[in-house]
């Protein structure tokens, strides 16, 4: 599947919450969306994510 613009190699069907915790992202510091759909947070541990989904997230980063 297509992770901000890279191919990377995650079985099909898991959530994004199982992706994230294999990104090793904190779900909370980010947005999923998916196919150019933002995904709500509520929804991560239910989203299943396909071979075939073009996936965008998106760090908060803090600075000054």
């Given amino acids: 599947m297509l992770v901000n613009g890279k191919e990377i190699s995650l079985e099909s069907g898991i959530t994004i919450?199982?992706?994230?915790?294999v990104?090793?992202?904190d779900k909370d510091k980010v947005v999923v969306e998916i196919n150019m759909e933002i995904i709500q947070k509520s929804n991560y541990t239910t989203r299943a994510i396909n071979h075939d989904?073009?996936?965008e997230i998106v760090r908060f980063v803090g600075g000054g």
Avoid at 17 to 21: R, V
Wanted: hydrophobic share 45%; no cysteine.
């Fill in 17 to 21: 919450d199982h992706m994230l915790e």
């Fill in 23 to 25: 990104l090793s992202l």
């Fill in 53 to 55: 989904d073009k996936i």
